[in-house]
């Protein structure tokens, strides 16, 4: 990207937290409100409150800091912790945490914004599909494979592809309603209604991976 200029970072004090939050904040509002290519590293430094060679000593360039966004954005409701699987905790407790969590994400206004902006922008520029994709959806996947591999290696749960089943786990969560969402034709769940979504996706999981008898 030609919106990164010279700027070298040598060794110093730790960065700033609270400007790294405030750029991360920033770069949201503005790739969601502006667009991608409309979204410059100097808007971004304005509206964080911060000079550019700060913007820039957190984040390398623009392609880097679209990609901390996104992270940064799934890291709210799907911390990387929340694929461990913790002693004494039944998997059934795990898996309807995990549900509840990417079922709050993906019905997020920001995150429908997101997906909106990369349906427009990704045939315009296939590789920031591919920067979005890396980032979130496939950070996501990851982490479910590596988490039902585990509980197929303990025995609760008999998953012979753990990354298709990650793939239909959280495609059952998305549903019709995510579908509807994303071409403005309907309302995301909430309440006992969501819950009541992800209580039988994570249902419909645990019968269909049950280990056959005997």
């Given at each position: 990207?030609?919106?990164?200029?010279?700027?070298?970072?040598?060794?110093?004090?730790?960065?700033?937290?609270?400007?790294?939050?405030?750029?991360l904040?920033?770069?949201?509002?503005?790739?969601?409100?502006?667009?991608?290519?409309?979204?410059?590293?100097?808007?971004?430094?304005?509206?964080?409150?911060?000079?550019?060679?700060?913007?820039?000593?957190?984040?390398?360039?623009?392609?880097?800091?679209?990609?901390?966004?996104?992270?940064?954005?799934?890291?709210?409701?799907?911390?990387?912790?929340i694929?461990?699987?913790?002693p004494?905790?039944?998997?059934?407790?795990?898996?309807?945490?995990?549900?509840?969590?990417?079922?709050q994400?993906?019905?997020?206004d920001?995150?429908?914004?997101?997906?909106?902006?990369?349906?427009t922008?990704?045939?315009?520029?296939?590789?920031?599909?591919?920067?979005?994709?890396?980032?979130?959806?496939?950070?996501?996947?990851?982490?479910?494979?590596r988490?039902?591999?585990?509980?197929?290696?303990?025995?609760?749960?008999?998953?012979?592809?753990?990354?298709?089943?990650?793939?239909?786990?959280?495609?059952?969560?998305?549903?019709?309603?995510?579908?509807?969402?994303?071409?403005?034709?309907?309302?995301?769940?909430?309440?006992p209604?969501?819950?009541?979504?992800?209580?039988?996706?994570?249902?419909?999981?645990?019968?269909?991976?049950?280990?056959?008898?005997?």
């Amino acid at each position: 990207m030609s919106d990164n200029p010279s700027v070298t970072i040598g060794p110093g004090r730790p960065k700033d937290l609270a400007k790294r939050q405030a750029i991360l904040e920033a770069a949201k509002n503005l790739f969601l409100s502006n667009g991608y290519a409309s979204t410059s590293m100097d808007a971004v430094a304005a509206e964080a409150g911060v000079s550019k060679l700060t913007v820039y000593s957190h984040f390398t360039d623009k392609e880097t800091l679209f990609t901390a966004a996104v992270v940064a954005k799934c890291e709210e409701q799907l911390p990387t912790l929340i694929f461990e699987l913790p002693p004494e905790v039944p998997v059934h407790a795990v898996l309807l945490n995990i549900a509840r969590g990417f079922h709050q994400l993906v019905n997020s206004d920001e995150s429908v914004n997101l997906h909106r902006l990369i349906m427009t922008l990704g045939t315009q520029d296939p590789r920031l599909s591919q920067i979005f994709l890396e980032a979130g959806p496939e950070r996501v996947l990851q982490g479910m494979e590596r988490l039902l591999g585990r509980i197929n290696q303990l025995g609760t749960l008999h998953i012979e592809k753990p990354r298709n089943a990650a793939e239909h786990f959280f495609c059952m969560l998305k549903g019709g309603a995510n579908f509807r969402l994303l071409f403005g034709c309907g309302e995301p769940l909430c309440g006992p209604a969501a819950e009541e979504h992800v209580q039988e996706v994570v249902d419909l999981f645990m019968r269909a991976y049950r280990p056959e008898p005997g």
